[in-house]
């Protein structure tokens, strides 16, 4: 409207023009501020904290639909006829023992124990008589040994010489900690299960004395030691080959530090 137009019409009416144009304006700053607010929600959605990630009620707009919610004249999706069918149920092929122990994924480093079934049927029979074997069938279980330890009984015969009388004998094998019970076999035990497995030695200990060998924590814990000490120079040795490296790569896990503000 231009002002030779606004010269034509009455007081009242510039007065009922002026109301609406005030109307207009407090509906446009109203859907502004709405649209600011939402604007600042989403952005606190996408960068600040995750435990402020919230729908407020006041963000909500009347004619969005909530999760879950239906229109009230929801479409009906299109109906596309579908042709039967009967399925057919296949039956699974047994694995042969060859295939079963080939799914094991086990080498030949792991022993194997043959365990022959007798037949009940053939109790009293002889073979090659009465009845003749002409195969074998095969299935494999996978069985599992407690830890098992064994006590070396080192025998040094002791000789006399005919022609001078001297007495001879084998010396003693040497040990790895001298004047130690500990083979060093129940050494390298020891350290794998501590240090690879985080079996500790006070659980290594009940499951010793479970197997009857009363050996003290005591003496555990210095064989440890013991065995740590001797393989400190190759424990040197790694450390300084890695100081040499143009590049060292560093496997960090990441803790929470601070008592007054959570979740730094």
């Given amino acids: 409207m231009t002002r030779k137009d606004l010269r034509k019409v009455s007081r009242e009416e510039l007065i009922d023009l002026a109301l609406a144009s005030h109307a207009q304006a407090e509906q446009e700053k109203t859907r502004r501020e709405a649209a ?3 604007l600042r929600w989403f952005k606190q959605q996408l960068f600040g904290v995750k435990s402020e990630r919230r729908l407020p009620s006041d963000v909500l707009d009347a004619a969005q639909l909530s999760l879950g919610e239906m229109p009230e004249s929801p479409r009906e999706p299109e109906k596309t006829p579908v042709r039967e069918h009967a399925r057919v149920r296949t039956r699974a092929k047994p694995a042969t023992p060859e295939e079963e122990l080939g799914s094991l994924r086990f080498d030949d480093s792991v022993p194997r124990r043959r365990v022959v079934v007798p ?5 009293g029979l002889r073979e090659g008589i009465d009845y003749t074997v002409i195969s074998e069938k095969c299935s494999y279980r996978l069985a599992q040994r407690p830890a098992a330890y064994e006590l070396l009984e080192i025998v040094r015969p002791v000789t006399k010489l005919a022609e001078t009388g001297t007495l ?5 094998p040497s040990s790895v900690l001298p004047g130690s019970l500990a083979d060093v076999s129940l050494l390298a035990g020891l350290l794998v299960d501590k240090f690879c497995f985080h079996l500790p030695l006070y659980r290594q200990h009940q499951r010793m004395k479970a197997a009857g060998i009363p050996v003290s924590r005591g003496s555990l ?5 013991q065995s740590v000490a001797l393989l400190e120079p190759v424990y040197r040795a790694q450390w300084a080959s890695v100081l040499e490296s143009a590049v060292l790569a560093m496997d960090e896990t ?4 601070g008592r007054k503000a959570k979740r730094k």
């Fill in 254 to 257: 990441p803790i929470r530090a």
């Fill in 168 to 172: 001879r004998t084998a010396p003693t």
């Fill in 221 to 225: 814990t210095n064989w440890v030691h």
């Fill in 119 to 123: 037949d009940p049927a053939l109790e």
């Fill in 36 to 38: 600011e607010h939402q």
